[in-house]
């Protein structure tokens, strides 16, 4: 059984930057890469970005691309988020998963989730 453990997200202002972290505990480690996703109020929830584990390679949604990115620390077994200028619509609960098996923007192939952190962005 793998745990994954998100920081807290927390309250910032439009333009503002925020870090999230994930980090691995349980058995032996080796997704075959982690995502983020979130999901605001009344909303499904919706892939944000992705780094693949062995290559390090990220993909983001469009909605983020050009803000955010993400890295990892493979022997901590921590996956980061680092988002910059924030935007309202970035409001959500924001979920780190670990990936091994389909298409990487559904969640169905994402065997492990974090707890869910609230990330607040104010206008």
């Known amino acids: 059984q793998v745990q994954l453990v998100e920081s807290e997200g927390g309250l910032v202002q439009a333009g503002g930057s925020l870090r999230l972290s994930c980090a691995a505990s349980g058995r032996t480690f080796s997704p075959v890469g982690m995502g983020w996703f979130r999901q605001a109020p009344g909303k499904e929830r919706e892939f944000v970005g992705y780094?693949?584990?062995?290559?390090?390679?990220?993909t983001f949604a469009d909605s983020v691309k050009g803000r955010f990115t993400i890295s990892r620390d493979n022997a901590k077994n921590t996956v980061y988020l680092q988002m910059n200028s924030l935007k309202p619509e970035d409001t959500a609960v924001y979920y780190c998963?670990?990936?091994?098996?389909?298409?990487?923007?559904?969640?169905?192939?994402?065997?492990?989730w974090g707890q869910g952190t609230q990330v607040t962005v104010s206008s």
């Open positions: 998963a670990a990936h091994y098996s389909g298409t990487y923007t559904a969640t169905a192939g994402y065997y492990y």
């Open positions: 780094i693949s584990w062995s290559t390090g390679t990220t």
